[in-house]
C-alpha cells in the first residue's frame, strides 16, 4: 500500500482559489479518468466539497504521482502551477490515512465535527466504484474511513461541539435578524446541502420555508418533506421580495443571485440574510453594498472564523476524544494492512512446500511401490506434519512482524530465500479460499 494525497482545502487556501479548482459532474469524472491512466497509478478517487478538493491514489513511486497528479489537477482547474502548488499539501502512507479518518470524522471541516462530510465521502466512493476507478485498497481505505466517521459521531459528543455549516450560518443570521422564528424562508437548490437547510430551518422554528430549483419537480419533493412551497428558479426575486432568509446552495456554477435579483427587497422595512453556501458563488457579491441586506458566503466565514466565534459548547473534550479514536483506528488499519501485505508470501510459501511434499511422495511410491494403503497415507501425514511444524514459526513471526515498521523486509527476505512468486496462480487461489 501506497497512499498518496494530494489536495487543497479551506485551511491551505482562499475560497477564490477553492471555486477555481472544484471540480464536479463530467469534469470530475474526466479527471478521476486521467489520473488513473497515469502510469505511477492504479487507484484513484477525488473528494470535491466547498471545502476541499482531494485526490487520494495507490501509487508505485512518490515523486513521479506526485508530479503528475500535480500537474493534472492544474490543468483540469485551468490554474497555472505557480498559483496552485503553493496551497497543496502531499500526504503520504501512514499520514495519508490519518488524514483521511481525520476528515471523515470532521475534524479537518471548515466547521469541526460538521457530519456531512461522511455523506461527500460515501458519494465520492461511489462514483469511483462506478468509473472503476478504485481497487481493493482504496475501496477498503474508504470502507474503514466511513466506519470510523461513525463511530467517531456514535461514541462521542462531536455533533453536538460541531455544528454544521447551515447551523453557523443560522446562527450568524440571527445575530443579524433577531429569532428567525416565524420569519419567511427561501431556499435556492434541492440538492443534499438544501435539504440540510431546510431540515435545519424547521427545526429552529421557520415554518413559512419556500423551494426555488431548476428542476421544479425536486423542488417539489424537498418542499413537501417540509410542510413548505415549491416555486420554479425564474420566481427568485420575486420571493427574495418577500423572504426574510435566503439559503442558495445550487452549484451552478454561475451568480444566481445578483443586485438586479435582491431589488426588490431593498427599501421594505426590515433587513435581508442571504447565507451563500454554494462554490462557486450562487450570490453576488456586490449585493452587499445594498442597504438593509447581509451576505455571509463561504470566503467571510473563512476569514471570520466563525466555527471558533459560535462558542465551545465542549469542542475541546469531543476534538480531543476524537483524535484519540483517529490515532487507535490509524494504528489498527496498517497494521491489518501490514499484515495482509505479507499473506500471499506465506500463502506462497505453504503452497511451494505442499508442492515438494506431493512431488516427493510421488517418487518415494514409485520407488517403493508395496508401499500402500494405511501406511503409505501414515508417510505422508508424518511429512505433512514436519514440513508445517517447520514452517509454522517462521510464518508467525512474519505476520507478526509485519505489522513494525519496516516490516515489509521480512516477507521480502522469505521470498528472495525462497525463490517465491506471491503472483502465481497456485499461490493467489489459495490466498482466495483461505482469507
Known sequence: MSILVVGLSHRTAPVALLERVSVSGDALVK??????DEATVSEVMVVSTCNRVEIYADVDRFHGAVTAVTDLLANHCGVPQEQLTPHLYVQYEDRAVHHLFSVACGLDSMVVGEGQILGQIRVALKLAQDQDTVGSILN???????????????????????????????????????????????????????ALAAATLVRSG????????????????LAESVAGRAVRLDDVAAEIAEADLVISCTGAGT??????????????????????????????????????????????????????????????????????????????????????????????????????VEAEMGRLISRVPELEGRLRDEV??????????????????????????????????????????????EAVSRMEVES
Open 31 to 36: 479527471l478521476l479518468l486521467d489520473v488513473r
Open 255 to 356: 451568480c444566481l443571485i445578483t443586485p438586479d435579483t435582491v431589488a426588490g427587497a431593498v427599501g421594505r422595512g426590515r433587513d435581508l440574510f442571504l447565507l451563500d453556501l454554494a462554490l462557486p458563488h450562487d450570490v453576488d457579491p456586490d449585493v452587499r453594498a445594498l442597504p438593509g441586506v447581509t451576505l455571509v458566503d463561504l470566503e467571510s466565514m473563512q476569514q471570520a472564523g466563525v466555527a471558533d466565534d459560535i462558542g465551545d459548547g465542549g469542542r475541546a473534550e469531543a476534538i480531543a476524544a476524537v483524535q484519540a479514536i483517529v490515532t487507535e483506528e490509524v494504528a489498527a488499519y496498517l497494521e491489518a494492512a501490514r499484515a495482509a501485505r505479507v499473506t500471499p508470501t506465506v500463502v506462497a510459501l505453504r503452497s511451494k512446500a505442499a508442492e515438494v
Open 140 to 194: 477498503e481505505l474508504f470502507q474503514q474511513a466511513l466506519r470510523v466517521g461513525k463511530r467517531a459521531h456514535a461514541d462521542t459528543a462531536i455533533d453536538r461541539a460541531g455544528a454544521s455549516l447551515v447551523g453557523v450560518g443560522l446562527t450568524l443570521a440571527e445575530r443579524e435578524l433577531g429569532p428567525i422564528a416565524g420569519m419567511r424562508a427561501l431556499v435556492v437548490g434541492a440538492g443534499s446541502m438544501s
Open 206 to 221: 421557520v415554518t413559512d420555508i419556500v423551494i426555488a430549483n431548476r428542476t421544479y419537480e425536486r423542488a417539489v419533493r
Open 380 to 425: 505422508a501425514q508424518t511429512v505433512n506434519r514436519v514440513v508445517d511444524k517447520l514452517l509454522h514459526e517462521p510464518t508467525v513471526r512474519v505476520k507478526r512482524l509485519a505489522s513494525s515498521p519496516g516490516g515489509d523486509q521480512y516477507a521480502d527476505a522469505l521470498r528472495e530465500l525462497f525463490n517465491l512468486d506471491p503472483l502465481k496462480p
